[in-house]
C-alpha cells in the first residue's frame, strides 16, 4: 500500500490541479474578448467608373503687345518719320541677373592638373567627402576649385584639411561670378 504521505501529496496535486483548471472558468463571470479591427489592403485596386477627365486645350497665344504706330522725332523745325516699330510682347521682358554673393564669396584654388580625367577624378572624390569641388577647363591645363562660400573662415579651416587630403596647398581667392 502507499504511504499515507503519498496519498495526502496526490491529492493535494489533484485539488490544486482542479483549483487551477475549473475555478478561473466558473468565477470570470462574463467572458470579454477582444477583436483586434483591422483594415486590409487590396493587392489589386478596384477600377470605378467615376474617372474624372481631364479635357486637354491648345495654348492660346498672348496678344498684349505696344501699339503699332509710327515713331516721329523733331530735330530742329524738320520732323523725321521712322519707319514701325517692331511688335514687342510685353510678357518676355528680360530680367537682370542678380548677383547674390557681391564680392563677399570665397573660393579655393586647390590646384591646376594637365590632365582633365585625372582633375576629374580629384573632383569626384572630394565631392564624396562632402565638398563643393568643381572643375574649370582652360586651355593647357584644368583647375581644381572648391567652393564658392560666404564664410571666408570656413574655407580656411578647408583649406587646412585639404591640404592633408592631397598634400596640396591651395589659395583662398575671392569669388568673381561674372568674371571668372
Known amino acids: 500500500m502507499a504511504s499515507k504521505f503519498q496519498s495526502r501529496l496526490v491529492g493535494t496535486i489533484v485539488l490544486v490541479a482542479v483549483g487551477v483548471i475549473i475555478l478561473p472558468d466558473l468565477l470570470d463571470g462574463k467572458k470579454l474578448h477582444y ?5 486590409s489592403i487590396p493587392l489589386k485596386p478596384e477600377i470605378n467608373a467615376d474617372v474624372e477627365s481631364f479635357e486637354v ?3 492660346e497665344e498672348d ?4 501699339p503699332e504706330a509710327p515713331v516721329q522725332a523733331t530735330v530742329g523745325e524738320e520732323i523725321i518719320q521712322e519707319p514701325e516699330a ?6 518676355a521682358q528680360e530680367v537682370p541677373e542678380r548677383n547674390d554673393y557681391a564680392d563677399s564669396a570665397w573660393i579655393i584654388q586647390l590646384m591646376a592638373l ?3 580625367d585625372n ?3 580629384l573632383v569626384k572624390d572630394l565631392q564624396k567627402r562632402g565638398y563643393q569641388a568643381h572643375v574649370k577647363q ?3 591645363f584644368t583647375r581644381v576649385i572648391i567652393g564658392p562660400d560666404v564664410s571666408k573662415s570656413k574655407l580656411e579651416k578647408q583649406l587646412i584639411e585639404l591640404e592633408e587630403i592631397t598634400g596640396s ?6 569669388f568673381k561670378p561674372l568674371n571668372p
Open 169 to 174: 596647398r591651395g589659395q583662398l581667392l575671392k
Open 138 to 140: 582652360e586651355e593647357a
Open 57 to 59: 486645350l491648345e495654348p
Open 35 to 39: 477583436k483586434e479591427e483591422f483594415a
Open 119 to 121: 582633375a576629374a577624378a
Open 63 to 66: 496678344i498684349s503687345v505696344l
Open 86 to 91: 517692331d511688335i514687342v510682347n510685353v510678357s
Open 114 to 116: 594637365k590632365n582633365a
